[in-house]
């Protein structure tokens, strides 16, 4: 029967799965979208909101591996966590790309636009896209600085990753150790155990002549004084 850890563990993996399909989802349709600049922003809210649940997951399942006693399954949930890390990392660039390219398709859209208008409505128009040019550069390097982070955290926890990787086998090599220690007392043990009986059934034979040649003494002696005549 599964334990309620790894119920969780089950649960929050199908979860990062959830929201990495969705966040490719949405990033294939930012990849697709005609226009105007206001539906990319939606996109971009969207994507964001999916991104911090994600983190948010990933976070619960580090917090997990923690929480194990086996240093095995330990272990393995902190290599499934870089993977999902590396995973969002890589969704990370794609929605920079997608966004770039989404951009200037709606910018040389935008221009085409703005040359089939008048005078007054090319200024509105050019005041309105550089208001969204900003928001998306903004946005764009916000993501930027997101993935640095993201990238620092990584580098991070695989330092950690590895530290616990040399500190088991570090362990591990030290248990074997004790046990070829162990073993070789052990056998000196039973060796000197050997030798202990080996001297006691030595020691028990020559009480038992000694023992033997006393009796047959005073037998002797006995002979001699009582019965002179044989």
């Not at 334990?3 to 969780?8: N, R, T, Y």
């Not at 399909?21 to 949405?26: D, G, T």
């Not at 150790?177 to 073993?183: G, I, N, V």
Request: glycine residues 4%; charged residues 30%.
């Amino acid at each position: 029967m599964a334990s309620s850890s790894d119920v969780h563990v089950r649960i929050c993996g199908q979860e990062i799965i959830k929201y990495d399909l969705e966040i490719k989802a949405i990033i294939q349709d930012i990849i697709e979208c005609p226009g105007p600049q206001a539906s990319l922003l939606e996109f971009n809210a969207r994507v964001k909101e999916k991104f911090n649940q994600l983190r948010h997951r990933i976070q619960d399942l580090e917090q997990m591996s923690r929480e194990q006693d086996k240093e095995t399954d330990r272990l393995a949930i902190q290599l499934e966590t870089e993977s999902q890390r590396k995973q969002m990392l890589s969704n990370q660039t794609a929605w920079r790309k997608a966004n770039l390219a989404c951009k200037l398709a709606i910018d040389s859209l935008e221009k085409e636009e703005l040359l089939d208008q008048g005078a007054g409505s090319t200024t509105r128009q050019r005041k309105a896209t550089k208001e969204s040019l900003v928001h998306t550069s903004s946005d764009i390097t916000e993501s930027l600085m997101s993935i640095s982070r993201m990238m620092a955290e990584q580098v991070h926890h695989s330092e950690d990753t590895v530290g616990s990787l040399v500190t088991s086998s570090k362990t591990v090599q030290e248990t074997n150790e004790e046990f070829r220690s162990m073993t070789g007392t052990i056998h000196l043990g039973r060796k000197l155990i050997l030798k202990y009986n080996r001297r006691e059934l030595t020691d028990k034979l020559l009480i038992f002549l000694a023992l033997a040649l006393f009796l047959a003494t005073v037998l002797y002696i006995l002979k001699k004084r009582l019965f002179p005549f044989l």
